[in-house]
Nanobody, 118 residues
Framework: QVQLVESGGGLVQPGGSLRLSCTGS????????MGWYRQAPGKQRELVAR???????RYAESVKGRFTISRDNTKNTVYLQMNSLKPEDTAVYYC????????????WGQGTQVTVSS
């Protein structure tokens, strides 16, 4: 069983930055594929970024060059650094954990709201 707790959301102006954190419980965190997904009102949940246990990464086209996912296995934590934020980045961001690189994992955090607005 993996429990995930996110933090770091909030209100930011367009062009600003935020860093999200997700801390997981469990002894095998370093072997788990971690990801960030987001869901805007009226839209499906979509992949933002993923990072493997070996720190390979994958990004949605819409965030490439602006967002960076990273992990610190000593702290059981994955981060999402978000720069040059746009209003269309507004969503609830969810941390995700699982065993497979091919599919989203089974474990979710509670979500953290990110609002980009002037």
């Amino acid at each position: 069983q993996v429990q995930l707790v996110e933090s770091g959301g909030g209100l930011v102006q367009p062009g600003g930055s935020l860093r999200l954190s997700c801390t997981g419980s469990g002894s095998a965190f370093s072997n788990v594929v971690m990801g960030w997904y987001r869901q805007a009102p009226g839209k499906q949940r979509e992949l933002v970024a993923r990072i493997s246990s070996s720190k390979s990464t994958r990004y949605a086209e819409s965030v490439k060059g602006r967002f960076t996912i990273s992990r610190d296995n000593t702290k059981n934590t994955v981060y999402l650094q978000m720069n040059s934020l746009k209003p269309e980045d507004t969503a609830v961001y969810y941390c995700n954990a699982g065993k497979s690189w091919a599919t989203r994992g089974d474990y979710w955090g509670q979500g953290t709201q990110v609002t980009v607005s002037s």
